[in-house]
């Protein structure tokens, strides 16, 4: 149990009768205990994103990816939970409580940041004066009139403002279309309030005295705007550009036939802004014929009609606060942020300029666009790509061309030279053993001297004679095949080379070339090639022999430098260490590095015997001395001897009759061979036993001698290749790969056979039979 929970379960839970209640809640508090500890252990920042209108506003269709990519670029895993407040559908009594209820929902997710975009969503957040609001860092975004009244109630909010430039769009309005009737379009809830006040405090800034409101009376302390009675809507009607521009406040919010007459003036020279977008605004710019200007950026990228504006993109307004929210999540204090507005440009969505029919060079240089498409923004990379796949063209059509002429000229020497190769052909048949021959229907005629060199009685055979008698069997479908293809390939010149028989019982190799022409008949010539087939075979098999006698001495080579160093190495880093000081090492260490040294060397010299063995084998001075030899004997101190060698989880195991038989052999190269077999069953043998002894054999003149283990095996395609010289099948396993070959060559000489008989991951026998006596 938890130290601090011990006091209450002793003080206040025992003591209590335990309802079922009371076991729900102490089931709920571990369930939370636990979900809390699991969410310390996330790495990921927990973060509120919070909109102001419905999750279908297009604008919102990347938002999430967007903050989730510059979160990404500023290092700081994130995992989201999204709010609509859908501020378009409810009262500001109702956009607060459905404020308040998320965030008391929220909670218990335990978010460590909020981020919160546009007025509506922010003015709701801090206004609903949730508990929460006034604990989390919170970061707002794209607000137009940031409440500070309200945000100085907090010390955990910080942010960026849009504040709207109307002038400068009404500028831009002038700057595209020239003078005209430029309408401000708004309306009086709370935002369209505050929108409207600055429009007039910008408006009375640039010192304009005519400011029409046509479709309402606004008035505040320092600026009076009443409905103008005096003014002449017959140019505007008609569509004549005014004098000077004319400014006009259209309440969007105002009688249905005060809009609808503004809507149905499409020939008016106007155009509209829009100073906030609500539900009244979303179709503007769809439902006008005129151009839509904004100083917001909400409704410019969700393609609600647009021309373009002066604002700060969707792009700027999430960067800079996931900036700010990721450096406040490293530990940054929310005190050190001031709220500072986002730099704004001027924008233009090009299809609506197409609309309009502007181009970019009517167009200020510092406009930014948007939509481009892909063909009109790469226009100029587009003309060169053209322009360099026609000039490449072009230089394929040239290459054509003089290959054309080449070819031309390659035919004209072709058939110049055929000329001098058809008497220079006509005179080598003369001089030498090819003979010419012709095929016309199924008979086939050679020239006389084919007869006569083949000592053939002269005169046509037919195909089937030639099938039946002629050709080696094993070459007949292969001569019906390519017979078969010349006859379908006129002109083409064949080359095929059969087994036959021309005037005896010997098949020899022969080489046929022959061409078909239109009449399906054939000629050709023929040559024997039976010594320059048997030459090439002595050769391929020569070349094989000995690239595999080269690769087998250079691994034998590598190896033997690998085994040799081996053991040196150590013989001589332990010696070193036996010569230091006497006090830096102890008796024991003493006693183990001597260890290593006598078995280093041991296996050093296993190695250098092998090595003499091999050269003895070489100079054919591998000498063998006979005597009597009691076999229980020798295999008893080979077991004693090998028995230190055997690794852990290995057993060794003798096997021997109960009656001791005596034989004459070699008594070392005998041991030699037993010790060699043993050696190799430990390589390759990890666990279980190995097994060795002899028998006599069903033979009574011989001995059977086996060494057998539970290794890995050998696979089957594999078991003859052991006894081959520097051959070793696991390069992983030390050794120099001439224990087995040298076995084998033992046995030889002692007038006997081995057999190998290995079965994968099940083990391995070497079967040795030995005659009793010489």
């Known amino acids: 149990m938890i130290d601090w929970m011990k006091p209450f379960f002793v003080n206040t839970v025992f003591p209590l009768r335990i309802t079922i209640i009371q076991i729900l809640g102490i089931i709920m508090a571990a369930f939370l205990f636990s979900n809390c500890t699991s969410q310390s252990r996330s790495e990921k920042h927990r973060i509120v994103v919070i909109h102001s209108y419905d999750s279908h506003y297009k604008g919102y269709k990347n938002l999430d990816k967007m903050i989730e990519k510059d979160f990404k670029k500023a290092h700081t895993s994130v995992e989201l939970k999204t709010f609509y407040l859908d501020c378009e559908k409810y009262n500001e009594q109702q956009e607060l409580l459905r404020m308040y209820r998320f965030i008391d929902t929220v909670k218990r997710w335990n978010p460590n940041l909020i981020l919160v975009y546009d007025d509506q969503a922010t003015y709701s957040l801090l206004k609903c004066n949730h508990p929460m609001v006034h604990r989390v860092p919170v970061v707002f975004s794209g607000v137009e009139f940031p409440n500070m ?33 430029i309408h401000f379009w708004c309306d009086m809830t709370a935002l369209g309030r505050n929108a409207s006040l600055q429009l007039l405090k910008e408006v009375k800034a640039a010192g304009i005295n005519r400011f029409l409101n046509y479709t309402y009376a606004l008035t505040d302390s320092s600026f009076d705007l009443q409905k103008d009675t005096t003014w002449n809507t017959f140019g505007y009607i008609l569509g004549i550009s005014p004098k000077k521009t004319e ?95 986002l730099p704004k440009k001027y924008w233009i969505n090009w299809h609506e300029a197409m609309r309009f029919n502007l181009n970019d060079k009517q167009l200020p240089v510092y406009y930014h666009y948007s939509n481009v498409p892909f063909e009109v923004k790469y226009k100029k990379a587009i003309i060169l790509v053209s322009i360099a796949l026609f000039l490449l063209l072009a230089l394929i059509a040239y290459y054509i061309l003089h290959l054309f002429h080449l070819e031309v000229q390659r035919r004209k020497n072709a058939q110049k030279k055929l000329a001098e190769d058809e008497q220079f052909l006509l005179m080598s048949l003369k001089a030498g053993t090819t003979f010419a021959y012709s095929a016309v229907g199924d008979m086939v005629t050679f020239n006389s001297d084919f007869y006569k060199h083949c000592q053939m009685k002269e005169g046509p055979f037919s195909f089937d ?98 085994e040799i160093r081996t053991p040196l190495n150590a013989i001589v880093g332990f010696s070193n260490i036996l010569g230091m000081d006497e006090y830096t090492t102890t008796p024991e260490e003493k006693n183990e590095y001597v260890a290593l040294i006598n078995s280093n060397s041991q296996h050093l010299l296993s190695i250098i015997n092998d090595i003499l063995d091999l050269s003895r084998i070489e100079s054919s001075t591998f000498s063998f001395s006979f005597d009597d030899c009691q076999l229980s004997e020798l295999f008893d101190s080979v077991f004693k001897a090998q028995q230190m060698q055997i690794p852990e ?96 060559l033992i046995v030889e000489h002692l007038k006997g056979t081995i057999r190998i008989s290995s079965e994968e991951n099940k083990g391995t026998a070497f079967n040795i039979l030995l005659p009793m006596s010489r």
């Open 465 to 562: 004679f030639a099938t039946r008698e002629l050709i080696y069997a094993d070459d007949v479908p292969s001569f019906y095949n390519n017979l078969k293809e010349v006859m379908e390939n006129q002109n083409k010149e064949f080359q095929a080379k059969y087994r036959c028989r021309f005037g005896g019982d010997k098949y020899e190799w022969w080489e046929f070339r022959y061409v078909s022409n239109a009449e399906h008949t054939f000629i050709g010539t023929c040559v024997n090639i039976e010594e320059k087939v048997r030459k090439q075979q002595e050769l391929m098999e020569a070349k094989q022999r000995a690239e595999k006698s080269e690769r087998a001495k250079t691994v034998f080579l590598a190896n033997m430098s690998h």
């Open 149 to 181: 009244s309200l945000i100085q109630g907090y010390n955990n909010v910080t942010g960026f403002s849009t504040p709207p430039e109307y002038m400068k769009v009404a500028k831009m309005s002038e700057q595209l279309f020239g003078k005209n009737y």
């Open 649 to 744: 989880g290995v057993e060794l195991k003798l096997e021997l009759p109960e009656v001791p038989i005596t034989i004459l052999t070699d008594h070392f190269r005998l041991t030699q061979l037993i010790t060699n077999l043993l050696s190799n069953s430990v390589k390759f043998t990890r666990k279980g036993s190995i097994t060795f002894g002899y028998c006599v054999a069903d033979d009574p003149k011989f001995v059977h001698i086996f060494v057998k283990d539970t290794g890995i095996g050998i696979p089957k395609e594999k078991q003859q290749e052991v006894f081959e010289r520097f051959n070793k099948l696991n390069e992983f396993v030390p050794g120099t790969g001439l224990g087995l070959s040298i076995c084998k």
């Open 247 to 341: 400014y006009l406040y259209v309440n969007s919010r105002s009688t249905t036939s005060n809009l609808l007459w503004f809507v149905d003036q499409q020939d008016a020279v106007a155009t509209f802004i829009q100073c906030k977008r609500d539900y009244s605004s979303e179709e503007l710019g769809r439902l006008l014929k005129k151009p839509v200007l904004s100083v917001v950026e909400d409704g410019f990228e969700a393609d609600e009609g647009f021309l373009g504006g002066y604002f700060t993109n969707a792009d700027v307004i999430i960067n800079e606060s996931v900036i700010a929210a990721a450096r406040i999540l490293k530990g940054t204090p929310v005190s050190t942020f001031s709220i500072r507005p």
